[in-house]
C-alpha cells in the first residue's frame, strides 16, 4: 500500500529519509507535496467560486422578488457574474483531474519506511537474526529422509534455494512471472497457489482471532465519485 497523503503531510522528513534508506528517489516526496498544494489550492478555489456562484443566484431570486425586472441590468449583471464562476470552475475542474492523476501516481511510486532495525544496503548487509535447524553447506549433500534418522544408502538431498525447489517441483513459474510483472514476482501454481491462499487464511486467522482485528468484504464494485 502506497503512503496516505495525511502521513506525507506530517512526516515527510521521515518519509524522505526511508525512500533514500531504500534507494529511491527522495524528491519523489517533494514533488508529491507540490502536487498536493496545487490541488488543494484548485480545490479551494473552486469551492470559492461555487459559493459566489451559489451567492449570484440567489441574490436574482431576491432582485426578482424586490421588484427587479428579470431581463433588467440588475439581473443581468448577477447572472454574468454567476455564468463567469461556471466557466472558471469548468477551467478548474479541467485543471484539476490531471493534478489528481499525477499525484496519485507520485504516490504509487514513493516506499513505505523501512523497520528502523532493517539495515542499510543490498543482499550483503542482511544479518541473520536466528536459525533453525541443520543448516547444511551450499553444496553439502544430506543422506536419507530430511530431519530423520535413515539408512546410509538413502536418498541424497542437496540444498537449493526456494526458487529452484519451487521450479523442480512445478509449483513456480519464474520466467511468466518476469514477463508479467518482472523479476521477484513469480507465478505461483498448483500446490504453491494452495500455499499461497493457506498463508493468507493464516495471516487472517491470527489476526482476526489474535490480536483484535475485524476481518471485513467489501462490495466487489463501488460506486464512481
Request: charged share 30%; net charge negative.
Amino acid at each position: 500500500m502506497s503512503v496516505g497523503l495525511q502521513r506525507l503531510r506530517e512526516d515527510a522528513d521521515a518519509i524522505r529519509e526511508g525512500a533514500t534508506r531504500k534507494g529511491e528517489d527522495p524528491t519523489l516526496i517533494d514533488r508529491a507535496l507540490e502536487l498536493d498544494s496545487e490541488r488543494r489550492r484548485l480545490l479551494a478555489e473552486t469551492e470559492s467560486l461555487k459559493a459566489e456562484r451559489n451567492a449570484a443566484s440567489k441574490r436574482i431570486g431576491e432582485a426578482i422578488k424586490d421588484g427587479a425586472a428579470p431581463d433588467g441590468p440588475e439581473v443581468a449583471d448577477l447572472r454574468a457574474t454567476s455564468t463567469a464562476a461556471g466557466e472558471r470552475i469548468k477551467g478548474l475542474d479541467e485543471a484539476l483531474a490531471p493534478t489528481e492523476a499525477a499525484l496519485d501516481d507520485q504516490l504509487l511510486r514513493i516506499p513505505n519506511p523501512p523497520d528502523a532495525d532493517i539495515p542499510v544496503g543490498g543482499e550483503e548487509a542482511n544479518v541473520t537474526v536466528r536459525t533453525w535447524g541443520e543448516l547444511l553447506g551450499r553444496d553439502q549433500p544430506l543422506i536419507g529422509e530430511v530431519g530423520a534418522d535413515a539408512p546410509a544408502d538413502g536418498p541424497i538431498w542437496t540444498r537449493k534455494p526456494h526458487w529452484e525447489l519451487g521450479e523442480t517441483l512445478d509449483i513456480i513459474d519464474n520466467a511468466r512471472g518476469a514477463k508479467i510483472a518482472g523479476s521477484g514476482f513469480p507465478v505461483y501454481k498448483g500446490a504453491g497457489s494452495a500455499l499461497q491462499r493457506a498463508l493468507i487464511n493464516w495471516f487472517l486467522d491470527v489476526h482476526t482471532r489474535e490480536n483484535g482485528m475485524t476481518e471485513v468484504w467489501p462490495p466487489a464494485v463501488v460506486n464512481t465519485a
